[in-house]
């Protein structure tokens, strides 16, 4: 069974950075794409990065050239770096698996604020 464990949030500046981390177990993580999403108060869940098997990334508009995502195989784990946080990055961030059926994480609060 996958499991999908987010760590990393907090409460951060904005013009700030955070690191989440998702340790993926029970899965085919070297062919999966895997991906964060996010989801503020009030709005839909929205794509914020995904990574194919190969690498290759993909970023909503709102964060390219401030957030990276990487994947670790031999940890089987996939990061994402925020930089530049701004205050409309504040959302609960989802970790996403997807080989045939997307698998979810618990999700971690990210809170931009001064």
């Known amino acids: 069974q996958v499991q999908l464990v987010e760590s990393g949030g907090g409460l951060v500046q904005p013009g700030g950075s955070l690191r989440l981390s998702c340790a993926a177990s029970?899965?085919?993580?070297?062919?999966?794409?895997m991906g964060w999403y996010r989801q503020a108060p009030g709005r839909q869940r929205e794509l914020v990065a995904v990574?194919?098997?190969?690498?290759?990334?993909i970023y909503a508009d709102a964060v390219k050239g401030r957030f990276t995502i990487s994947r670790d195989s031999a940890k089987t784990t996939v990061y994402l770096q925020m930089n530049s946080l701004k205050v409309e990055d504040t959302a609960v961030y989802y970790c996403?698996?997807?080989?045939?059926?997307?698998?979810w994480g618990q999700g971690t609060q990210v809170t931009v604020s001064s």
């Open positions: 990574i194919s098997k190969n690498g290759s990334p």
């Open positions: 996403n698996y997807y080989v045939t059926t997307h698998y």
């Open positions: 029970g899965t085919s993580f070297s062919i999966a794409r």
